[in-house]
T-cell receptor, first 113, second 114 residues
Framework: DAGVIQSPRHEVTEMGQEVTLRCKPI?????LFWYRQTMMRGLELLIY????????DSGMPEDRFSAKMPNASFSTLKIQPSEPRDSAVYFCASSSDPGQPQHFGDGTRLSIL | GNSVTQMEGPVTLSEEAFLTINCTYTATGYPSLFWYVQYPGEGLQLLLK?????DKGSNKGFEATYRKETTSFHLEKGSVQVSDSAVYFC?????????????FGSGTQLTVLP
């Protein structure tokens, strides 16, 4: 079975540019999560969706970050404008229910110059 | 609120040594407990879980027992291998309530030397 698929795997761009990260959850999973991982702050939950509806976005750092889930098989995390401090690895995860174990994608390594 | 406290790393062991990574938690209800493992360049993978007190989760030679009296879920392995080198995360989810999010510990880096 295909796992959680994220794209791109790596992204390098200049500050001020718009960045869009993509995620395809496991088919049949109703919950989707976006995380950010850095050495300084560890793993942080940014936002999670249940049945395509954002449930908790309290982890989104600021208005430059936005996330959408237009359908059950696709989600995006957008940063506009990007800043060097946004450099991190961004993970998407999905689960069959918010209370069930999550399956993680391999992440997008983002570098903002 | 809910929190997970993990033994700070990094931890360096020789192959075939015994491993313990301590994990304690604070939760307002009755959580399910998990250990995740992250290999270099990859996402987190579920290693094992326990959903109620005294349950023992096990996988790939790793074990952890849900201890309600000490609010702990320590990870153990009797004989580690070089391939076990990774970052290990303890986590919990509350079994009730609307805030069903994983709460992660800070992670423990394990390096196993040949």
């Amino acid at each position: 079975d295909a796992g959680v698929i994220q794209s791109p795997r790596h992204e390098v761009t200049e500050m001020g540019q718009e960045v869009t990260l993509r995620c395809k959850p496991i088919s049949g999973h109703n919950s989707l999560f976006w995380y950010r991982q850095t050495m300084m702050r560890g793993l942080e939950l940014l936002i999670y969706f249940n049945n395509n509806v954002p449930i908790d976005d309290s982890g989104m750092p600021e208005d430059r970050f936005s996330a959408k889930m237009p359908n059950a098989s696709f989600s995006t995390l957008k940063i506009q404008p990007s800043e060097p401090r946004d450099s991190a690895v961004y993970f998407c995860a999905s689960s069959s229910d918010p209370g069930q174990p999550q399956h993680f994608g391999d992440g997008t390594r983002l570098s903002i110059l | 609120g809910n929190s997970v406290t993990q033994m700070e790393g990094p931890v360096t062991l020789s192959e075939e040594a015994f491993l313990t990574i301590n994990c304690t938690y604070t939760a307002t209800g009755y959580p399910s407990l998990f250990w995740y493992v992250q290999y270099p360049g990859e996402g987190l993978q579920l290693l094992l879980k326990a959903t109620k007190a005294d349950d023992k989760g096990s996988n790939k030679g790793f074990e952890a027992t849900y201890r309600k009296e000490t609010t702990s879920f320590h990870l153990e392995k009797g004989s580690v291998q070089v391939s076990d080198s990774a970052v290990y995360f303890c986590a919990l989810i509350l079994s009730s309530g609307s805030a069903r999010q994983l709460t992660f510990g800070s992670g423990t880096q394990l390096t196993v030397l040949p």
